[in-house]
């Protein structure tokens, strides 16, 4: 059967089917995805008033396309106190934060109390907070430093106040590419696992693609396609994010970058093979907030959010080092036409505007 015919009905696509995606013009691979996104959501835009956290940068890992933990390139080493991550969070929550979205780098010096320990404290303090916290990276790098099964992590994450996990560390799954990126870190293999024992709790995550750099579109399928099985199994996902590749202050060298158009079909393609996804996010930090609202056509649903503050991607280039006020991000996606739901972080609706 022709693969639009395919698309059309609804048939789950093969590997092949999902490369051959690639070849479909944008606007014709934007019609599909935009077909489905409608038929889910109509003309709704999910995001939420969030505030990212990034306590420490440093990182016993390397990976090529991290500007953000401190190296010989980026010399300036944190580590936030309790107090200090407590008081990020306070002022947050007075400005109308409903969720805070702490990653940290892997530092080997201050001890799982040191991760756990902020997380309780938020908890305590404001119960109502939604914490969105530790990449599976930073799961398994807590297994590998400190001699803990990810089930003692995860079931320490759960003790200590930990509502969600996001999708961070994933970057792709293929092998070869994963090693020269980010030999050492978590692998595909243990990145899943650490995902599906987090929804074998009953618990929520999103999933991450980094792409842009030295991957192949085939790669990004297959990326794609792990996600897609593992949801199969378990429904934890909510979210899948493409987080576009950054390119200053890194040690990675890329030449070729993805345009705009190759982005889109990307977001379009996430829509139509991950059939079992709810959301697909144009995280705009990483896409540029324009590409993000064109991304609305092209099938994503969700933006983010206010994000306030982030430390990761803005610093290898991303525009989120500020965050966006929530009445531009709410005129924004009005004026392109779509309507801005606020969701909490569970993709529950909170305020229609
Ligand atoms: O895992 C690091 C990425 C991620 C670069 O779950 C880079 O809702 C681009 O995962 N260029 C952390 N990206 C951020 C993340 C995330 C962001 C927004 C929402 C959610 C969610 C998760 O940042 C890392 C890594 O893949 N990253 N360096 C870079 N140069």
Known sequence: MDLIE???????????????????????????????????YGRKSFFNVNRHINPTNVCADICKFCAYSASRKNPNQYTMSHEEILAIAENSVKNGAKEVHIVSAHNPNDGVEWYMGAFRKIRERFPDLHIKAMTAAEVDFLHRQYGLSYDEVLDMMIENGVDSMPGGGAEIFDEEVREYLCKGKVTSDQWLEIHR?????????????????????????????????????????????????????????????????????????????????????????????????????????????????????????AASAHGMPLEDFVAMIKNAGFIPVERDSLYNELKVY
Not at 255 to 261: D, L, M, N, S, W
Not at 283 to 290: K, R
């Open 6 to 40: 395919k698309v059309r009905n609804k048939e789950r696509l093969s590997r092949e089917e999902g490369e051959a995606l690639y070849e479909l013009d944008l606007y014709t691979l934007g019609e599909l995805a935009d077909t489905i996104r409608r038929e889910k």
């Open 197 to 317: 024992k987090w929804h074998e709790r009953g618990r929520e995550s999103n999933a991450t693609m980094l792409f842009g750099h030295v991957e192949t579109r085939a790669h990004r399928i297959d990326h794609m396609l792990r996600l897609r099985d593992l949801q199969d199994e378990t429904g934890g996902f909510n979210a899948f994010i493409p987080l576009v590749y950054q390119r200053d202050n890194n040690f990675l060298k890329v030449t070729e970058f993805p345009t705009g158009q190759e982005i889109l079909k990307t977001y379009a393609i996430s829509r139509i093979l991950l059939d079992n996804i709810p959301h697909i996010k144009a995280y705009w930090a990483t896409s540029t907030i324009n590409l993000a609202l064109i991304a609305q056509e092209f099938g994503a649903d969700d933006l983010d959010g206010t994000i306030e503050k982030e430390a990761i991607q803005s610093a290898a280039g």
